[in-house]
């Protein structure tokens, strides 16, 4: 089974957040996720994002591999989270 990391919207119309998954390659956009690693808003001012980095980090050591956004995400969650 593939995994990837990828964004899985949430929220309302026009007012949208995402979680971030762990979740089979062939599984729909919100389909039933692996694991939840965190969470994005881009509408907040400082377009908040809190990410489980241990787990994140877990599933690319297992051959994960995250979507386009979700690795420009992750590179810019702050070192200390790391």
Do not use: C, F
């Not at 957040?17 to 969470?39: C, F, M, N, S, T």
């Not at 881009?42 to 599933?59: C, F, G, Q, S, T």
């Amino acid at each position: 089974m593939a995994v990837k990391i990828r964004l899985q919207r949430k929220g309302k119309p026009k007012r949208p957040y995402y979680r971030v998954v762990a979740i089979d390659h062939r599984a729909k956009r919100d389909g039933k996720p692996i694991e939840i690693l965190g969470q994005y808003d881009p509408i907040a001012v400082d377009n908040k994002l809190n990410v489980n980095m241990e787990r994140v980090n877990y599933w690319l050591g297992t051959g994960a591999i995250p979507s386009d956004t979700v690795a420009e995400l992750i590179k810019k969650v702050p070192t200390e989270n790391k």
